[in-house]
């Protein structure tokens, strides 16, 4: 059964940092990306930032372009998000997924599994 487990959320001012977690296990697909989506109240999710299970190619939306960083660690099964000069916009319960379909990041509906999501609120 495929797991996805996330933490590190939380509150944090204008310009502070966090690092999301995300542990994976359980996988029974032949997945093509693992990463990080959000969604605010009132808007559609969107993705922030995904990897590629073949060549470690990464994405980013442009919203978080310099500011974030995804990366993984295959030995633990984990994939992590540095979030860095965190802007109130910011403001969403995050999700780490899973996809088949290199495309996912860009088309959160071509997501196979879903956690269960980490608020992080950027707030004075």
């Known amino acids: 059964q495929v797991q996805l487990v996330e933490s590190g959320g939380g509150l944090v001012q204008p310009g502070g940092s966090l690092r999301l977690s995300c542990s994976a296990s359980?996988?029974?697909?032949?997945?093509?990306?693992i990463g990080w989506f959000r969604q605010a109240p009132g808007k559609e999710r969107e993705g922030v930032s995904c990897?590629?299970?073949?060549?470690?190619?990464?994405y980013y939306a442009d919203s978080v372009k310099g500011r974030f960083a995804i990366s993984r660690d295959n030995a633990k099964n984990t994939v992590y998000l540095q979030m860095n000069v965190l802007k109130p916009e910011d403001t969403a319960t995050y999700f780490c997924a899973v996809s088949s379909d290199p495309f996912a990041c860009i088309k959160p509906s071509l997501v196979n599994y879903w956690g269960q999501g980490t608020q992080v609120t950027v707030s004075s």
């Open positions: 990897i590629t299970n073949t060549d470690g190619s990464t």
């Open positions: 359980g996988f029974t697909l032949d997945w093509h990306v």
